[in-house]
């Protein structure tokens, strides 16, 4: 196998800023304002790993900012269902579902596996509050244990 050894010098191009181009604003009107970025939100939620799934509802997050939008939503186990155990997850917004369908976890599903939900809405304004909540249903199987959800979103900042 062939291998480089060495130091590459890494030759930015035309279009791009580096640090010393960044300077402190003189001003407070000379800082990028903040309704021109972005903030990237991963807000994870766990139930304990060596307990088997609990129904529970639970407040993920507040929007702050003027608007959002919900990226995904994924979930899944630390350990899996056993037999006909179902875990069912929802995402909701301010307690209505933004899923086309809850989430559900199975037999189907490993350990570990991640989930991905569907979205039916996306839209986020300020104040909207985004919740999680499980339910999950034995029969007579056994409850997966240490269920996890993942909501990504983007926020605008006011």
Known sequence: MSRIAGTFPLIPGPNTIHDPMIVTPTAPGNAIGANKTIQRHRISYAQESATSAADEARVLHVVRGVTGTVLAFNVGCVVAN?????????????????????????????????????????????????????????????????????????????
Do not use: Q, W
């Not at 929802?90 to 979205?119: C, F, K, R």
């Open 82 to 158: 056993i037999g006909v155990a179902i875990v069912e997850v929802d995402l909701l917004l301010n307690g209505a579902t933004m899923l086309t369908a809850v989430v559900e976890i199975n037999v189907g599903h490993a350990a570990y596996e991640i989930v991905d939900g569907t979205l039916a809405s996306t839209a986020l304004v300020v104040d909207d509050v985004l919740e999680v909540s499980i339910d999950g249903t034995a029969g007579a199987g056994t409850l997966g244990k240490g269920v996890f959800a993942i909501v990504t979103l983007d926020e605008t900042p006011a």
